[in-house]
């Protein structure tokens, strides 16, 4: 059933831009012990959760209704329990394109986390242990919100282990390799460095000989990066 929470004041507001109001937030789960969990934990950091609610049909209703900045989807609602949620998010993309969606699943499904990405910025997909974090967990989502697409790092470590016989990403160097990694993480390029141990302006080199080395089209950096990212999961 359908629940819309009254707007509440945040410990923690979460900068968007220039604003300081908190980010709100609808929850789409069926399993309503999980659900009302993540809204406490939420609210706790710092987001206003507006809506919750345990099915698609009723997400999609719920964000025209009052649009958030983020959208959190589990993959499996009723009725069929498949991939309700995916369909959910892709409509919501469609229509709000602006809107950051974050997908949680129990699995890990290598072409749903493409089929996200691809649809642009302000992305996440996310395996519901991550939430046992949570520190890395909110602090994941802000960066979501903020512009990040972000990719569970045990589907990235999927990944790297899956080797096709042509792979596009043959023409990187290891270090190279692991920046891109990083990148699919969602990290930035200081986060990058502070994992590796380098400075920034190493990693701003790498990224730019990646970028250069996939021959991706010289649009806009941040969109360049998604797009690097996403040839970095059709490599699996």
Request: hydrophobic share 40%.
């Amino acid at each position: 059933m359908r629940s819309v929470a009254e707007p509440t004041a945040s410990p923690r507001p979460i900068i968007l831009g220039v604003s300081t109001s908190p980010a709100r937030v609808v929850l789409a789960d069926d399993d309503v012990l999980l659900r009302e969990g993540l809204a406490g934990l939420l609210e706790r950091s710092g987001f206003d959760v507006v809506g919750q609610c345990g099915t698609a049909t009723e997400l999609i209703e719920l964000v025209r209704e009052q649009p958030p900045e983020l959208a959190i989807v589990d993959i499996r609602m009723p009725p069929t329990h498949t991939n309700e949620g995916l369909e959910a998010a892709s409509t919501i993309r469609e229509e709000f394109p602006e809107m950051a969606i974050v997908v949680l699943t129990a699995h890990v499904q290598v072409e749903r986390a493409t089929e996200l990405l691809e649809g642009g910025q302000r992305s996440g997909y996310l395996l519901k242990t991550r939430i046992t974090d949570v520190d890395e967990f909110i602090e994941t989502l802000e960066r979501i919100v903020r512009g990040a697409s972000v990719v569970d790092p045990a589907l990235v470590s999927e990944l790297v282990a899956a080797r096709h016989r042509e792979d596009p990403l043959d023409v990187l160097s290891p270090r190279e390799r692991q920046v891109l990694e990083l990148m699919a993480e969602g990290r930035s390029n200081a986060g990058i460095a502070h994992k590796l141990w380098i400075t920034e302006g190493t990693v701003e080199k790498h990224v730019r000989s990646v970028l250069m080395k996939l021959r991706l089209p010289a649009t806009e950096d941040d969109q360049r990066r998604v797009l690097a990212v996403i040839t970095f999961l059709d490599s699996r």
